[in-house]
Each structure stands twice: as C-alpha cells, then as structure tokens.
T-cell receptor, first 114, second 115 residues
C-alpha cells in the first residue's frame, strides 16, 4: 500500500542537540510538507518542497532545516536554535499539478525535551 | 490571505445523535475546502473535499458537508454518531499560490461521544 512513513514515532532531544525526523513517501508525489501541531493551534507549516533539491520556508521555519535529495524523502532537522521544540510533527505530501488534490499525512513524530 | 474558523473547540454528543461541526472560511474567491479527522497520536485522514459543483459532498465514514457561499461556511454533518467517531476534526482551506498548494487549517474541534 502506498503511504507516508514517519520515524521515529517518539523522539527525545537534549539541550543543545540537533535531531532529525524522517519522512518517506511511496505515493510518487512531487510536493512534501512539514507541519508542527501544538494543542489549540491547529497545524502550522514549517517547510515545503515541490521538487527535488528545492524547498521553501513556511510560516514558522526558524530553528528548523530540511533537505530534499530524493523525491521520496524529506527529512526535517530540529536544531538547537529552536528553543521550544516540544510538539507533534506531521509530514504530508501531495500531487503538485492541479490544486484540487488533498494532502496525505503520515502518523507523526512526537518530540519532547529531556 | 485565507483563514479558517472552527468556533467550537469541544463538542459532546450522545451515541446515535446527529452531529454538525461548524467551519467558516475567509477568502476572496471560492477556495478548495477539506475536512480531516485525527485520532489521538495519529496523522490526519481526509474525510471529504469540495472543489466545485454540487455543494453537498459525501465523504467516508458516513460524513457529509455542505458548502454555503453566502455564509462562507462548510459545515460537517453526520446523521447518527458512533462511539468510534470520537476524534479531533479539522477544517482546511486550500489555494494555489505562487505555484504551490497552500493549506490553512482551523484549530480543530474535539468530539466526545457519550453512551
């Protein structure tokens, strides 16, 4: 079955440490997205990518970085510059051509501070 | 810029009762509208979508939603709620801007179902 796989499901970060969240999709989608979810705030866009080797900042990109070396993969690094990283992180993908295509989501990674 | 309002943060209904979750959007043209459902610790699953045409759209799990342009609303309904419907529901509006699909999500409505 096609889908989006996020790993790990739970992740703990120490002070001053960078951590990387994995997102892999086998839907052959061009676009991929990272969202942060906090209670009572809905989903906020961190980064998005429409094509390999290209990505754009979303609404809350500070303290995060991404790469898109392969169509299937869009890892997110939470850097030490992100002072409040505790949240639920969701990866999504969609077909770029034609806006009438919904985004498909992975099952998320919950990041906590040790 | 588009925005989405879900005025009810929590809703409690009895099993077997009808359900309506409210969603209002703000956008200059007709947007693309979605409803997603999220179970605890899970990702979002698409329930239904509206792009054009018939303003009453059917989705999965027995849900439907009605687009009302005059009220800028896209309310989600279900005639008879099941205990398994307890989850958080997100309304979202999508536009195509700058060559990519920008989706704005509401803050969600948590549905509790009581026996």
């Amino acid at each position: 079955d096609g889908g989006i796989t996020q790993s790990p499901k739970y992740l703990f970060r120490k002070e001053g440490q960078n951590v990387t969240l994995s997102c892999e999709q086998n839907l052959n989608h061009d676009a991929m997205y990272w969202y942060r979810q906090d209670p009572g705030q809905g989903l906020r866009l961190i980064y998005y990518s429409q094509i390999v080797n290209d990505f754009q900042k979303g609404d809350i990109a500070e303290g995060y970085s991404v790469s898109r070396e392969k169509k299937e993969s869009f890892p997110l690094t939470v850097t030490s510059a992100q002072k409040n990283p505790t949240a639920f992180y969701l990866c999504a993908s969609s077909i770029v051509r034609g806006v009438n295509q919904p985004q498909h989501f992975g099952d998320g990674t919950r990041l906590s501070i040790l | 810029a588009q925005s989405v309002t879900q005025p009810d943060i929590h809703i409690t209904v009895s099993e077997g009762a009808s359900l309506e979750l409210r969603c209002n959007y703000s956008y200059g043209a007709t947007p693309y509208l979605f409803w997603y459902v999220q179970s605890p610790g899970q990702g979002l699953q698409l329930l239904l979508k509206y792009f054009s045409g018939d303003t009453l759209v059917q989705g999965i799990k027995g849900f439907e939603a009605e687009f009302k342009r005059s009220q800028s609303s896209f309310n989600l309904r279900k005639p008879s709620v099941h205990w398994s419907d307890a989850a958080e529901y997100f309304c979202a509006v999508g536009i195509f801007s700058g060559g990519y699909q920008k989706v704005t999500f509401g803050i969600g409505t948590k549905l509790q179902v009581i026996p």
